[in-house]
Nanobody
Framework: VQLQASGGGLVQAGGSLRLSCAAS????????MAWFRQAPGKEREFVAS????????KYADSVNGRFTISRDRAAKTIDLQMDSLKPEDTAVYYC????????????WGQGTQVTVSS
C-alpha cells in the first residue's frame, strides 16, 4: 500500500481543517488505516483509526468529539476532519496502514504540517 497525505495548513484556534490520504494498492479489506501526529520534541502519537470494512473507528481521547475519520472505498481515500482545533493540535500528521492482525503499521505516507495559532 502506498499512501499520499495532503491538506495541512495554518488555521486559527477554533477553526477546521480536513486532511486527506490517497491510498493505492491491491487489497484494503483486511486493513486498518490511521492518522498519527508528531509535534516538535514529542513522540509520534496515535490520533484516529478506521477499519476499511466495516468502517469501525477509534480515537485518541485528546481528539475524540473534535476529529472525525472516514474513508471512501471507491476513491481509496482516508480523510480526517478536524474541528475546534487547538494550538496543541499543531504537529506533522501522517497517514498509515496495517493488516488487521499486525502489531505494527507497515505503510506510511509523508507527513503534512498542521499549525494552529492561538
Amino acid at each position: 500500500v502506498q499512501l499520499q497525505a495532503s491538506g495541512g495548513g495554518l488555521v486559527q484556534a477554533g477553526g477546521s481543517l480536513r486532511l486527506s490520504c490517497a491510498a493505492s494498492g491491491r487489497t484494503f479489506t483486511n486493513r486498518i488505516m490511521a492518522w498519527f501526529r508528531q509535534a516538535p520534541g514529542k513522540e509520534r502519537e496515535f490520533v484516529a483509526s478506521i477499519r476499511w470494512s466495516p468502517a469501525l473507528t477509534k480515537y485518541a481521547d485528546s481528539v475524540n468529539g473534535r476529529f472525525t475519520i472516514s474513508r471512501d472505498r471507491a476513491a481509496k481515500t482516508i480523510d480526517l476532519q478536524m474541528d475546534s482545533l487547538k494550538p496543541e493540535d499543531t504537529a506533522v500528521y501522517y497517514c498509515a496502514g496495517k493488516i488487521l492482525s499486525a502489531d505494527e503499521y507497515d505503510a506510511w505516507g509523508q507527513g503534512t504540517q498542521v499549525t494552529v495559532s492561538s
